[in-house]
Structure formats: C-alpha cells, structure tokens
C-alpha cells in the first residue's frame, strides 16, 4: 500500500557522542506512506536515528534526506522541515502552562502563521480524531498519561505533518492506557500517514508495520516485512531479542 | 436490639497520640505566644536601654513628616514624598535591571562563545565591586562624561548592579524547565525566539517569582544607599530630619518600619502571584 517515492533517505549516516559511536553507516529509506516500525534493546540507537530526521540531533557524515530537504545543523530549511515532520516523545512533552486546545493550536498559530479561528477548528477536528474533545478546556495536569499522549498525538497533527515519528509512545504509560494510545496509531495509519515508530509493542508492530527494523549496537542488524521478522529473522541477535520481548 | 456496626468508623486500633507536653509545644497558640514573649523582651530592653541614657522621647513629633492638616489643608510631610521618591527610584531601577537581566541571561544562554564570554565578563565585573563603589563610578566618573543628573547615575547603577543578580535567577528559572519542553517546541517547528517567547519563560515564571521576590525587597533597600549623593528619597529625607531635630530613634525607628512596611507589602503580594502561576500549571 505504499508508494514508491522515498521520503526519508539515510545514505551512510554516522553518528556520534564524543567518543561513542551511536550510529554507525545506517543506509536505510523509508516511502510517502510506508509504516517502518524499528526495534532493539535500549542505547542501540533507535531514538537517536529518529530524532535525526527531524534534526533534533544532527548525524556528523552521510546524507539524510527528508522530503527532498537535506537535513544538517546549518540548513536554513531545519524549521520548515520540522513542520513537516511530526514527534511524538516518549514522555508526552506538552506544554503545562497551556490548556489542552491551546497546545494543539500554538503551533499552527505562531509558526504557520494561520488565524486563531482556523486553528481552533483544526484542533477540535483532532481532538476528537483522538477522541478526547471534552478535554479541551483543561489542563495537561489534569489528564491520565493515556490522553496526555492523545494530545501530543493530535499536536503534531495539526501542523498537518506528512511524517510523524514516534518515540516509545507508550513506554511511560500504565498498562491499562497503552491500548487507547495505540487504537490512536492504528487508526492514522489507516489514513495512509507515513510513520517511524520506534517501539516494543510488538502486537502494533504486526497490525501495522509495513517493514520491521531491528538495530543493535547502532547498526540496523536486519530489515524485513513483519511476516519475515516474526517467523524466521536472519540474525541470531534479532533472534535472541526477540525472544527476550515475546516470551514473558 | 443489637446495635448495626458502622462500617465508616475505624475499627483498627487507634494510634498512640504525643505527650501532652510535646502537643502543647506544637501549637499555635504556644508559638504565638513565645513570639510575642520574645519581642516584648527585646523592645523592653531597647527601651530600658534608652531610659538608662536618659533619652528623651518625642514620638509625638513624628506624624507631622508624613502628612499635615493645617488651614491651608492637607499637605503631605517630608517622609512621605521621600517614599515616593524611593518607590520611584527602585520601580525605575527594577525595569532596567529586568531588562537588563534578561538580556545577560540569554546572552549566556546563547550557546555561541563570543555572547556568553561577553555575559560573564559583565556579571563577575559588577558582581563584585561594591554597590558603593559601582555608585560613585557612576556618579563621578561615568556622570561628568556622560552628562548624568545624580537621579539618573542612582537609577542606572542600582538597576546595572541588580541585572547581573536577575540574569542568575532568570538563567535558574529558564534552565529549571525540562528539556523535553524545548524539543517539543522545536519539533512543532519553532524557532528558539519563539521556543523562548511561547513555551520556556511563561513556564520559568514560576521558577523566578521566589528568589525574584528577594530581589525586589534587596532593591527596595538598597536603594538607601543613594543618599551618599544626596539623591532626596527616604534615608536622606530621614538623614536630614534628624540633622533639624536630633529626634535619632524616632526617625531612624520610623524610616525602617517605611521600609518594612513597604517590602512586607511587596512580598505578600508576589506570594498571591506565586499561587495564580501555581494553579495554571
């Protein structure tokens, strides 16, 4: 169901943090409307890759293309670029001085410059994509972690991003919450939206994943159609993580 | 009849209650009173002290610097105009030094070297020199080449000494907002004025009104130190008074309770402040 255009292009990316090497040579390319859900044990480099394409952090050699912009640190395009690119952060991240309606419209508002009517509209029509358009009025404090994500969801949306990269989107919330977080995903995902996932959500992974990535170390070990990944992966260490996460 | 258990009263066993001794000790009322026992005993000895001397209180004497009701009406007194002259100075000062303030602290905050070199160098320099030297720096020196009246040098050495003071508690309070609060910012493609404008400072508000506070009533006060250049606000006023009257502990007891009451009034009103940011986190 994806097209073939590559949207987002890493061609030997190298990243790294002083001495450590976080990413090491990731060749990868992920096409408008494909869901790539990436997978591995903590520090091995999958938050990083994703907060590259946005350019939260910047790669030091290769070349990331995302949506026909190179992204590094001196481009003048970054904060168009991030316009485009929607995050959703592993511990929601929403802004607690704002209420819920006006976390979802200060982005449209000051950075796409459209007018406070506009963007009240497009902020109740997400709202309730996400269902939660009786929220509206409160605050961040006053939700469950579950709605929180809901909200930064939806506040990615409304900058009307064609990418939305997501970050452990789940690995805050209590178990009882993980499930309305995740119904939220799927369901953009029906809409055809191109999305990175990094993710343990295993059962997500097989609903909605197009290609299954699995990095250890900083490299990417394997890549593969969920079908492949889950029956038969090629690598010993895939292998072996998977095991860990699917056994328990 | 068997009487129906109830099931909102406890029925585990009541825990141990403190000592009588130690539960009177613990009250308000005992707090009151021991504070009211301990300012009585150091207004007595002051008092005791001043009679050993011979001291001869006027008290009377004093309403008349704050206002006076004679036929030609109502007049407001010497110490009075002195503490509008003061609320002046410091409220001028403070503006500057807020200005000021943010302007080092996002200098430092910059990232770029040169911007935070040029901040530290400006903060450690007026950090320490004293605010009596920093004073006469401004007024001899930097006022005959600059043409300064001795209200403005007072204006701009209190609100250049106090900027490096709020640019630390502005960089505390913007540093005191998580990081996640940045990216999210700057993932709704946000640049850092706008991140700073919209997200980060309204959020380190509530980081800054505390010490902030303490900053406003150190203003307040050392502002007195004005009246080494004969600036007319509330310490020279009370300076001269006493030089027309030899009244010593009166005005001095007088000027300090101004201060006071001024300062008291400003820290209740910043704690109301500091309840509406709490509420709308």
């Avoid at chain 1, 995740?182 to 191109?194: F, N, R, S, Y």
């Avoid at chain 2, 007072?154 to 505390?172: D, M, Q």
Wanted: glycine share 6%.
């Amino acid at each position: 169901m994806a097209g073939d255009a590559a949207i987002i292009t890493f061609e030997h990316v190298d990243k790294f943090y002083g001495d450590f090497h976080a990413l090491k040579d990731i060749s990868i390319s992920v096409r408008e409307g494909e869901r790539m859900v990436i997978c591995g044990p903590s520090g091995s480099g999958k938050s990083t890759l994703i907060r590259c394409i946005n350019g939260l952090e910047f790669h030091n050699s290769g070349v990331l293309t995302v949506d026909g912009i190179e992204v590094f640190e001196a481009s003048r395009s970054i904060l168009k670029l991030r316009q485009e690119v929607g995050m959703v952060f592993q511990q929601f991240n929403l802004f607690p001085h704002l209420t819920v309606l006006e976390n979802l419209m200060i982005g449209p508002m000051k950075v796409r410059r459209i007018a406070r009517e506009e963007a009240e509209r497009t902020a109740r029509k997400y709202l309730d994509r996400v269902h939660i358009p009786e929220q509206a009025d409160k605050y961040p404090s006053a939700l469950s972690g579950g709605q929180q994500q809901r909200v930064a969801i939806a506040r990615s949306l409304c900058m009307e991003s064609r990418i939305m990269l997501f970050d452990e989107p789940t690995s805050a919330l209590d178990p009882e919450m993980i499930n309305e977080v995740l119904d939220v995903m799927v369901e953009l995902a029906d809409t055809g939206m191109t999305m990175v996932v990094v993710t343990h959500e295993m059962g997500f992974a097989r609903k909605v994943a197009d290609t299954m990535v699995f990095m250890d170390a900083g490299e990417i070990v394997e890549t593969a159609s969920p079908e492949t990944f889950f029956t038969n992966p090629e690598s010993a260490r895939c292998r072996a993580f998977l095991d860990q996460i699917l056994d328990h | 009849m068997t009487a129906q258990p109830d099931i909102h009263s406890p029925r585990g066993r009541p825990l141990p209650q403190p000592a009588p001794l130690a539960r009177t000790v613990d009250s308000v009322t005992f707090s009151v009173m021991l504070y009211l026992v301990i300012v009585g005993g150091l207004v007595w000895l002051a008092y005791s002290g001043a009679q050993a001397m011979g001291y001869n209180w006027q008290w009377y004497r004093i309403p008349q610097y704050f206002y006076t009701v004679t036929e030609d009406g109502f007049q407001w007194g010497e110490i009075s105009l002195g503490l509008v002259a003061t609320l002046w100075l410091s409220a001028l000062a403070f503006l500057l030094a807020l200005a000021l303030g943010l302007v080092v602290a996002l200098l430092r905050l910059s990232g770029l070297v040169i911007c935070t070199a040029v901040a530290i160098g400006f903060l450690e320099f007026i950090r320490n020199i004293p605010l009596l030297v920093l004073l006469y720096l401004f007024y001899y020196v930097l006022g005959p080449i600059f043409g300064f009246d001795r209200y403005t040098a007072s204006i701009l050495c209190l609100g250049v000494f106090h900027s490096v003071l709020i640019s630390e508690i502005i960089r505390a309070g913007i540093n005191a907002v998580p990081k996640g609060q940045w990216e999210a910012a700057t993932s709704i493609g946000m640049d850092r004025g706008q991140a700073y404008r919209y997200i980060i400072l309204p959020q380190s508000i509530r980081f800054m009104l505390p010490p902030m506070t303490g900053e406003v009533v150190h203003m307040v006060k050392s502002s007195a130190i004005v009246s080494v250049i004969a600036v007319a606000e509330l310490t020279t006023i009370g300076r001269n008074i006493i030089s027309d009257t030899y009244m010593s502990f009166e005005i001095w007891f007088t000027i300090a309770a101004v201060y006071m009451a001024v300062t008291l009034i400003l820290s209740v009103g910043v704690s109301f402040m500091e309840k509406r940011y709490a509420v709308s986190q």
